[in-house]
Structures are given as C-alpha cells and as structure tokens.
C-alpha cells in the first residue's frame, strides 16, 4: 500500500514539466489499462507508443492522381525528395513519409515499423501487401527539423483499383488521419469529379474535419469566370461527401515554382499562399494543444466502448441460445446506442460508426466481454474533469516560452523575402575561379530596364521591384527568394548592378534551372564583393 503511495507521488501533475510528458503519463496511467481491459484495441485503433507523444507535427497529402500532391511537398520544401517521381499518370504507389535526416536515403517499410523512434510501428497489421507501399524519404531539409509530410498514393476511380490495392486504403487513411496534425486534400482545378474510391476516403477522415483543409491547385490553369464556377462546383461536391455544417476551408492558388499561366488572379493566389502557409507554420506551435486535445477524443471514444461492451457482456443468457441472442443485440446495436446515450447522458457524437462495429461484432463472443468496473470509469472521467485540465496552463505557458516555434526554410522563408509575401529551389550553379561578373554582359539590357522605373537616387524601392518582376509570371515564393539573393546589402532597396543580378536570376529561373542557395562568390556584384567579405 505505501508502496504504490509513493509511486503516485511521482505521478503528480506538479512534476510534470511539459504537456507533452503529461499526456503520456495520463496515458499510462488512466487510459491504457482501460483500453486494455475492455479490448478497446480490437475494435479502434492500436495502443499509443512513446513515438506517437514525441513525433514532430505531421501532414497528409491526400488527392486522386496528377493533383500535383508530389509537387506541392517539393514546393514547401524547394528540393526534391528521394523516392518522388512526378508525372500525368499515376506516379506515386507508396505511402511515402517525408521527413528530416542527417543522411539523404529511403527505408523501407518492414524496417520502418520496428523503428521505435518513427511513430509507424502500429502499421504492422495491415500486411505486407501495405508495407511494400511504405517508404520513410529522409533528407537534411530546414523545413523537415519541424514537420513531417505523408504523401499518399493517387487515388483512382471505380472498384477495380480498389481491390488490386491489396490492402484496406481507406483504413490506413483513417489510422494516419487519427495522427496527423493536418490533412490538406489536394484538387485539381480540372478534375473536380469525387471518384469512388476518393468519396471512401475522404469518409474515412470523419472525425478528423477540424484537421481537413482543402487546395485547389493548379488555379492558374483557368481565367477569372471560370474559377468562380470551379470553385462553386467544388463546393457543391465536397457538400455531398463530407457530411458537416460547416463549410470546409478552400486555398486557391498554383503550388510550383513554375510561371502562372494566367496571372490575372495572382493578387488572390498570393493571399491564399500566405493564409495556407501561416496555417502550416503555426502547427509546432499547437502541436501539444492537438496532442492533448485528440487524447481526450480517444478517452471520450474508450468510455463509450467500455459501456457497449459491458451492456453486451450483461444481456448475453449463461447457457443457452447464445448465438440467437447476439445475433439480435447486433441487428438492435443502434437502439443499444440510444438507450447508453440517454443512461449516461453520452453525447451522440462520441459513439463509433455502427455499421463498422456492427461488422466487427459478428466474429466476437461476446461472453468473454468484461463487465463494467465503475471504479475504472470514475477514474477515466477524474482525468477527463480535472487532471487534463490542470495541463492547460502548461498549453500557455509552453506558447510563451516559445513565441518562435514556428516552421521555417523553403517555400515558408519567402514570406518575408522583401517585398514578397511568400520562397523556392535549388541548383545547378558551379563556383569558377574567374573573377569576372558573370552578369556583366547583359547589363546593359537589365540597365535599360532598370532606369525606365525612374531610380530614387540610384536605388528603386521594393514596390517598383515587385510591379515589374511580377510581370515575370514567377510565384511569388520564387520571386521572394530572388530578392532575397539580390538585396545583398540588406537595405531594402536595389541599385543598378542588384537589379541586373536579379534580372539574371529570373532568367536563369525562366530556363529551368534552380536557384542557389545562397549567392555564390561569382554572382556578387563587383561593388558589393569587399562589402560580403567583411561581413564574413
């Protein structure tokens, strides 16, 4: 007895130093016993690890094929990925996990479900079929050091890519979609058409709506009038599949780092960018506050499974006709739900899908059902009453400590590159010996150009810069980061040789290449080259 007085003491909630390391105790201590005792784990999702408390915010791409879901995690990130391919057909088949590593390279997915450190390894039921299309993509990415991102397989229309998939699609949607800290669905602004198989999918996120934000790419495809109908008719088909009140979040915009085809809607392309962006930068932010708030979620989901199972357990007869009687208490499982809600007064909302658990009833026996332990439910609802509660503060106080905890590098550094409200690419630039200003000799074409935008004192500001730079048809992600290498003396403004250096690099990007990282020795501007080595 004193024994098990001490271990308490250790748990108290005045130890606890982050939410996180709350939760997980809560976990353990509350909810896992629970779990395990009422068979939770054979109805709804696995246990929860260690992995899962201490990930970093994940993202799950998921959209039917040619989307451009491949491209947009290329584009937050400005580099490829290994393992990505891109094309009009279905390119990706795997389940690839995109995250931060020292070393560039691919796992497998048999190996990347015993890595106790990768929150995958509850995966393991769902086959090999399903873990020959898992793959961990791991490179040395800024942006990686504070988020994950799942890119998922294109989706096809009807039955028959359904079957040969060999595994459940919708239900490892539905296991990543319980982990996530946001799902972005990816449509296409001309393939508007819900397929089958995508309307099973986008079912299997129920539950999870408050994570769902929906893109339209490739926006820049269609001119003005067209778009509003696009989008209208988008609208009205996602009204018939996700079955809310709400209306879900659209971000309308091109996510490349190629030219926009009609830039008459680029002013609202920047602004959604911005918006999705800001949404996406704040998720390590709220990473806890998710954390805690998709524990209770679970807790208020074991509760009700605890009184469905020992309601089962009760009604079934000690010796005979026990096989009639389940087959009864499974045909009035929607009436058993009804008579729990009212008992218990359980919000309608907490209860599992009945036809799934119906279909997951019928190979149980249900005389081997625990009965209710009131004891064990009283401490499930303490936890949910008070001790989460007295995590909260933590939320607040980890928020201050931490203003700055936000997603940065890649596409998400070019919303504050100058003038730009959004950044991209890396390239194919070689550092030669010469001295010579590759630049020189078309700067009298970019001179020409830059004195017609009547220079204030030999400088143009930022927003002469942007109007005639835009007119490149570049995304503004791009642009940010040209004028990021461009400003090299940091004023805010460009002179003569800044602008043709950038003019130089909108060319280069024009043609396909990249961009570097930073600006090597050889793109420095003759005037600014002593002024960079100093500062070095």
């Not at 509350?30 to 068979?39: D, T, W």
């Not at 898992?134 to 890519?161: E, R, W």
């Not at 630049?439 to 005639?468: C, M, Q, R």
């Amino acid at each position: 007895m004193f024994s098990w007085m001490k271990k308490q003491e250790k748990k108290s909630p005045e130890e606890i130093r982050t939410v996180t390391e709350g939760l997980r105790l809560l976990y353990r201590s509350k909810l896992l016993p629970l779990e395990e005792f009422y068979r939770f784990h054979d109805f709804h999702s696995p246990a929860l690890e260690d992995a899962d408390f201490d990930n970093k915010p994940m993202i799950l791409v998921v959209g039917q094929y040619s989307t451009g879901k491949t491209t947009f995690i290329q584009y937050l990130l400005e580099e490829d990925f290994p393992g990505s391919r891109v094309g009009p057909e279905p390119t990706t088949d795997s389940f690839i996990a995109v995250m931060h590593g020292e070393v560039e390279g691919v796992i497998p997915g048999n190996a990347l479900i015993v890595d106790p450190d990768k929150p995958f390894r509850k995966l393991n039921p769902f086959g090999n079929s399903f873990l020959n299309r898992l793959t961990c993509a791991q490179l040395p990415n800024q942006v990686l050091q504070s988020i994950s991102i799942i890119d998922t397989p294109g989706i096809l229309s009807g039955a028959k890519q359904r079957v040969s998939r060999g595994y459940d699609f919708a239900a490892v949607l539905q296991w990543f979609a319980e982990r996530v800290d946001r799902i972005i669905l990816l449509f296409d602004a001309h393939k508007l058409e819900i397929s089958d198989e995508f309307s099973e999918a986008i079912r299997a996120l129920k539950g999870n709506e408050d994570k769902i934000r929906v893109v339209l790419n490739k926006a820049d495809q269609v001119d003005t009038q067209q778009l509003m109908r696009v989008y209208g008719a988008l609208m009205w088909s996602l009204g018939k599949v996700v079955n809310t009140p709400e209306v879900l979040r659209v971000y309308i915009g091109s996510f490349w780092s190629e030219p926009l085809l009609i830039s008459s809607n680029r002013k609202l392309f920047e602004l959604e960018e911005q918006d999705l962006f800001q949404d996406l930068q704040n998720l390590p932010r709220n990473a806890a506050l998710r954390k805690l708030n998709d524990l209770v979620k679970r807790a208020r989901l074991v509760r009700v499974h605890a009184y469905i199972m020992s309601y089962l357990k009760k009604e079934m007869p000690s010796v005979f006709g026990k096989e009639n009687k389940k087959k009864q208490l499974i045909l009035k499982l929607g009436q058993i739900f009804s008579k729990i809600q009212l008992e218990h007064h359980i919000s309608p909302g907490d209860f599992p899908d009945l036809n799934k658990m119906q279909e997951q009833l019928m190979v149980h026996d249900f005389t081997k059902f625990p009965s209710l332990k009131p004891k064990m439910l009283e401490a499930l609802d303490d936890m949910l009453t008070y001790e989460i509660a007295k995590l909260m503060p933590l939320v607040r106080q980890e928020e201050l400590e931490m203003p700055e905890q936000m997603v940065h590098g890649g596409a998400f550094d070019g919303t504050s590159n100058g003038p730009f409200i959004e950044g991209m690419c890396d390239g194919v630039y070689e550092v030669g010996e010469d001295d010579e200003w590759v630049v020189t000799k078309d700067k009298p074409k970019y001179d020409e150009i830059f004195y017609n935008l009547s220079p204030t004192d030999g400088k143009i500001n930022g927003v002469k810069a942007k109007n005639w730079m835009i007119t490149t048809k570049l995304p503004n992600s791009v642009l940010g980061k040209i004028w990021k290498l461009s400003d090299v003396d940091k004023d805010g403004m460009l002179d003569d040789e800044e602008f043709a250096l950038a003019s130089h690099l909108i060319e280069v990007k024009l043609d396909g290449h990249g961009l570097p990282s930073e600006l090597p020795g050889y793109l420095v501007p003759p005037s600014k080259r002593r002024q960079v080595g100093s500062a070095e």
